[in-house]
């Protein structure tokens, strides 16, 4: 049994339905990738794992219990951090205070905890999330979800407008995270930086699975292209509407 089982999901915004029937596992110290085409649906998944958005049909497994449906308190408090795609951390806010919002005093071995994985927002503390840099900020807003321990930890786009150097840096950390024994669901455009590093890799197409495979395999796809070019890539899998 994986840590994260999402099944047949459906969700979507008004009448419209964006996700028709999404699958995916994650696993306790894995990196599991979401890619695809923009619209296709991925920051979505991630919304309807959360609760943010009530999944309209599927399930959403975790360690077990089943969290469709359930509030987004409940969801965090079940062991899931998330990082949203864009606006994640607030300028007017010093470093500390992102910290004191999620939990008013956190325990100082868990802030030196958190402080070890970014070491370069230590020094950083008192400042405003204003002056920080790209890479930093996106540090902070990964260290702010950390902090409260989560199991599994959903990262839309962490990537999205760095330079490749910071980008590096920041999927250094990525890793790490992993590495310590935390689920990583991971959603990226960048598939040259993200596949690598990926166990597995899940492809979406207007709110379906398309492809998926170890995220190496999957890099080396040459069916890849035809997901990014909105072709089909495998007309069998596409009609199921999921993979496995
Ligand atoms: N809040 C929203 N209200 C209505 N439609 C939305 C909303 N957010 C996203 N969508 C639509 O849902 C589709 C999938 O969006 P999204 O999940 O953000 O895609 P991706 O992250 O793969 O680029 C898009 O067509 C988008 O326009
Ligand atoms: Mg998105």
């Known amino acids: 049994m994986s840590l994260l089982e999402v099944r047949d999901l459906v969700a979507g915004y008004g009448d419209t339905n964006i996700l028709h029937g999404v699958s995916l596992d994650a696993e306790a110290g894995k990196i599991v990738t979401l890619i695809g085409p923009n619209g296709a649906g991925k920051s979505t998944v991630l919304k309807a794992v959360m609760g943010l958005l009530k999944p309209r049909g599927g399930s959403v497994r975790f360690a077990g219990e089943e969290l469709a449906g359930r509030e987004v308190e409940d969801i965090v408090a079940a062991g899931i951090g998330y990082v949203p795609q864009v606006e994640n951390i607030f300028p007017s806010l010093t470093v500390a205070e992102h910290f004191r919002l999620v939990q008013s005093s956190p325990p100082p071995a868990e802030l030196e905890l958190v402080l070890n994985f970014f070491p370069q927002l230590k020094p950083r503390l008192g400042k405003m999330a204003s002056v920080l840099s790209g890479g930093e900020r996106q540090m902070l807003a990964i260290a702010r979800a950390l902090i409260l321990k989560p199991r599994l930890m959903l990262l839309d786009e962490p990537s999205a407008a760095l330079a490749p150097q910071v980008v590096a840096a920041v999927f250094d950390r990525i890793v790490a995270i992993a590495r310590s024994g935390i689920a990583v669901l991971l959603v990226e455009q960048n598939v040259k930086v993200a596949l690598p590093l990926s166990d597995y ?44």
């Open 201 to 244: 890799a899940y492809a979406l197409q207007v709110g379906r699975n398309v492809l998926a495979a170890p995220g190496p395999d999957l890099l080396a796809d040459p069916q890849l292209n035809d997901v990014y070019l909105g072709k089909a890539p495998n007309a069998g899998m596409a009609e199921d509407g999921a993979a496995g």
